[in-house]
């Protein structure tokens, strides 16, 4: 049986910079399946939607999911406060999506790294039009 390489490294993590503080994020498979089993879809389905913007609850549910491994102990209120303190910071829901949402999903292997980069030009285009 072959397989394929990838022949790029992704990222390890992705980053979530608010009050001066980085926040490391990556799903690892365990916390997946959680997220699938309570969303009751696999969570490709949440970003491939004909475009359209993820609810912020799932959104940040999924971002609290992505804390855990670097991140011991955070509650999802306190991803909470930390969306408010980066809207306060002059963040948006749109800029959330593009710089530490898809970020996610990139770092923890959804996308191939063809894809990864046909994505990156996407949001490169996206943030644009902002």
């Known amino acids: 049986m072959e397989f394929e390489l990838d022949e790029k490294k992704r990222l390890p993590y992705a980053k979530w910079e608010v009050d001066g503080v980085e926040y490391k994020l990556k799903l690892d498979t365990s916390t997946i399946t959680k997220l699938e089993e309570q969303f009751k879809t696999?969570?490709?389905?949440?970003i491939m939607t004909d475009n359209s913007?993820?609810?912020l609850k799932i959104m940040l549910t999924i971002t609290h999911g992505a804390?855990?491994?670097?991140?011991?102990g955070i509650k999802y209120k306190d991803v909470e406060a930390l969306y408010d303190?980066?809207?306060e910071e002059g963040g948006s829901q749109t800029?959330?999506?593009?710089?530490?949402f898809i970020p996610i999903y990139q770092a923890s292997g959804f996308f191939s790294s063809s894809a990864d980069e046909t994505m990156n030009e996407k949001l490169?285009?996206?943030?644009?039009k902002l």
């Open 124 to 128: 490169a285009e996206a943030k644009e």
């Open 53 to 55: 913007i993820p609810a």
């Open 67 to 72: 804390m855990l491994k670097y991140h011991h």
């Open 42 to 46: 696999n969570l490709l389905n949440i």
């Open 95 to 100: 800029s959330f999506m593009m710089n530490v």
């Open 85 to 87: 303190k980066y809207t």
